[in-house]
């Protein structure tokens, strides 16, 4: 009885195993690293971040699209293309 659960616990952590080597293996297939996950974290926690002090600062409802592309180059210290 006490093989039948540690060989369930073993055919448990193996299974685990092999799909956390498969996924893996297919990030580090896309260019991945083993230590990217922060700094993709990070990243993304930034882009976030600026998108929502960005929404805060500047309210873009109600402006048309030439307004909102005006409003972002503003923003982001770049000329705006006018005619």
């Keep these: 009885m006490v ?3 540690w060989g369930g616990v073993a055919v448990f952590l193996g299974g685990i ?4 080597w498969w996924f ?5 297939s896309r260019g991945a690293t083993p230590l ?6 990070r990243a993304r926690w930034s882009r976030r971040f600026d998108a929502e002090q960005r929404m805060n ?8 699209p030439r307004a909102q592309d005006a409003a972002r180059d ?3 210290g770049r ?4 005619r």
Excluded: I, N, P, Y
């Design 3 to 5: 093989c039948v659960f």
């Design 17 to 20: 195993g092999a799909l956390s």
């Design 24 to 28: 893996d293996h297919d990030a580090r």
């Design 36 to 41: 990217s996950g922060g700094a993709m974290q």
């Design 57 to 64: 600062a500047v309210v873009t409802k109600g402006m048309t």
């Design 74 to 76: 503003a923003w982001e």
């Design 79 to 82: 000329q705006s293309g006018g």
